[in-house]
């Protein structure tokens, strides 16, 4: 049957020819898996497709095929229980196991779509592996068939494009088909492990299946039948433990025939030759009803992938420390000890040396409201005056700011006092008027990744105060300024607001420590706001201790003259004696450099 065959006038090596048996035909999976694993083995099998399981076994004992190929175990399905009953069956020499990537595709003939398809053949585990993409086709009936092979082979023959076929690359081309999609089972190890077998005492047919010297890379596979009584199973176990041996499968079923008694299928590391092995099944000998070996045989094939061919080259070295300019804000990103934090806006300086206090309303009411806003704040210490003429509210409902108006009264009640101002710029459109007449634009949280409007302050000729959003990590809180820094405007203030966590209890949760690490990786000035960072007016006092003491470069606070009636944010504003207090707690706190 095996037979050696040169090629004609060469020196090539002899090709061995063999007869393999499988289930299926021409094109199924089995097929695939024979000629790729003959390729590397050296050999070339002569397939021998038949109807059954037990046929493939037939063909082996009766001679009419040197070797037989029996899948056991698929990673989606599991066990295939008729491959392991074959060969406990039969008395059978396993040679060894293929590990078989299985690669579906969905096929059909030249004009077929998968819209237009009303029917899928497939084997029955295929059709199971490939669940979910089959779900997505509420209109298609899944037709069950012996074989892939076969599935191929009628779409094929019937011509119609109402029907496809799930089954192996290597079965559309050999059935003239196209692929209509790929990658559809429902995981993408889809592995099937295969069994190849001979007769025992078949005469030798190559080397290369001869089992190895020296057991590494060697498998067994034992059946065993257990009472059904606590603990039978689990000392069965322990004896593979005690004498080294590895349990890579283990299943169960009823046994057939023997009431209240379970076999269980285990494939174990190594091979009966061995010592240990022999031990072993002398120890289980003592704990089983039955005990049936079925063979030990190669697993040294890894999992036979099928080649993917790519164009992109593979590095293995590591990469290089990654230098500062490839950092994704090189321009926020602290130069050195040695760089100071400095924002300039008209006579105060924000940034190292300082401690620098904002106050004002959340927004622009009324003039009266922002002039004695701006007297009282600017009497108590304050530096710059706040306050909203564009507001970001949650609700479209809910005042939305003075607009334009506030605008110009923000701007009088800061000359009035003599304090340069900072309000919220929303929009593109409005940065430019905005900066004719306000000091420091301010993005809020809600625009801290804007990135249009973050590019347009950018070209502006004004400081920009950048909120943290309330879901911005630091890092993202720098690349958001870099977007600033990157259009030419080196002067932003950062400013911790709040972030938002599982705690209810204060309106968002003022992060703290997010101020040392800005301070260490950025030069660039760092405020904080605790009025959004709580919420509630009693809290914010030793918030504000807390950071000057950790080091911020600054406050930003909210004030009113009449807290119960501010149009927004009424729980948070601090009233004039409020803050008078705040500032005479923080000239107790000494500044941190
Ligand atoms: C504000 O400063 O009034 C404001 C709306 O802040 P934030 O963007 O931090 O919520
Ligand atoms: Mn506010």
């Not at 990673?75 to 074959?86: K, L």
């Not at 819209?115 to 993409?133: M, N």
């Not at 025992?200 to 257990?226: G, H, L, M, Q, W």
């Amino acid at each position: 049957m095996h037979s050696a065959s040169t090629a004609p006038g060469a020196a090539a090596p002899a090709v061995l020819t063999m007869t393999a048996a499988f289930e299926g035909i021409e094109g199924s999976y089995s097929h695939a898996v024979l000629d790729a694993y003959g390729e590397r083995r050296g050999v070339r099998f002569t397939p021998l497709g038949l109807p059954s399981y037990r046929a493939v076994a037939h063909a082996v004992l009766s001679g009419r095929a040197d070797v037989g190929l029996l899948p056991i175990d698929n990673a989606i399905a599991g066990t295939i229980r008729e491959g392991y009953d074959v060969l406990g069956e039969y008395e059978l020499d396993l040679l060894a196991e293929i590990t078989w990537r299985m690669e579906h595709r969905l096929l059909g003939v030249a004009e077929a779509t998968v819209a237009g398809l009303r029917e899928i053949d497939s084997h029955p585990v295929v059709l199971a592996e490939c669940g979910r993409f089959l779900a997505t086709l509420s209109e298609v009936r899944r037709v069950p068939v012996p074989d892939t092979g076969v599935a191929a082979r009628d779409v094929a023959a019937a011509r119609d494009p109402r029907r496809g076929a799930i089954a192996s690359a290597d079965a559309g081309r050999r059935y003239g088909l196209i692929e209509l999609a790929a990658n559809i089972a429902d995981h993408p190890d889809n592995f099937t492990r295969f069994i190849l077998f001979r007769a025992p005492n078949a005469a030798r047919p190559a080397a290369d299946f001869e089992p190895a010297r020296d057991f590494a890379d060697r498998k067994t596979s034992i059946v065993f039948a257990v009472p059904h009584e606590p603990g039978a199973l689990g000392r069965c176990l322990s004896i593979f433990g005690r004498f080294g041996l590895n349990v890579s499968k283990l299943d169960s079923k009823s046994r057939l025939g023997a009431a209240q008694q379970y076999t269980f299928l285990a494939d174990v590391d190594g091979d009966v030759r061995e010592e240990r092995f022999a031990e072993t099944l002398r120890a289980l000998r003592d704990e089983t009803l039955a005990l049936h070996v079925l063979g030990s045989y190669d697993a040294s094939t890894a999992p036979a992938r099928v080649p993917v061919t790519t164009t992109v080259a593979i590095d293995e070295r590591p990469p290089a420390v990654p230098a500062a300019a490839t950092t994704p804000f090189p321009k926020a990103q602290r130069k050195g000890e040695t760089t100071g934090a400095r924002v300039q806006v008209g006579d105060v300086a924000v940034g190292d040396g300082a401690f620098v206090v904002i106050a004002g309303p959340c927004s622009v009411e009324s003039r009266d409201q922002i002039l004695a806003t701006a007297d009282a704040v600017g009497r108590a210490g304050a530096v710059m005056l706040r306050g909203g003429a564009f507001k970001p509210r949650t609700s479209p409902y809910a005042f939305q700011g003075l607009g334009w108006d506030g605008v110009a009264l923000l701007a009088e009640a800061g000359r009035a006092a003599g304090l340069p101002v900072v309000s919220e710029v929303m929009s593109i459109d409005q940065v430019e008027r905005m900066a004719a007449s306000i000091d420091v634009l301010q993005i809020g949280a809600r625009n801290m990744q804007n990135f249009d409007l973050l590019r347009a302050v950018g070209r502006a000729d004004r400081p920009v105060l950048l909120k943290r959003g309330m879901a911005a990590s630091i890092d993202e809180l720098l690349a958001a300024a870099e977007y600033v820094l990157a259009e030419g405007n080196p002067n932003v203030i950062l400013c911790e607001r709040g972030i938002r966590t599982f705690e209810t209890a204060t309106r968002n949760t003022l992060d703290l420590s997010a101020i040392p690490v800005l301070r260490e990786r950025t030069h660039l000035p760092v405020i904080v706001d605790p009025s959004h960072g709580v919420g509630v007016r009693r809290w914010i006092a030793p918030l504000c201790r807390a950071a000057k003491a950790v080091g911020a470069h600054g406050l930003l606070l909210e004030v009113h003259p009449n807290p119960s009636e501010a149009k927004c944010d009424a729980d948070q504003a601090l009233t004039f004696g409020d803050f008078r207090r705040v500032m005479e707690d923080l000239s107790a706190i000494p500044l941190r450099g």
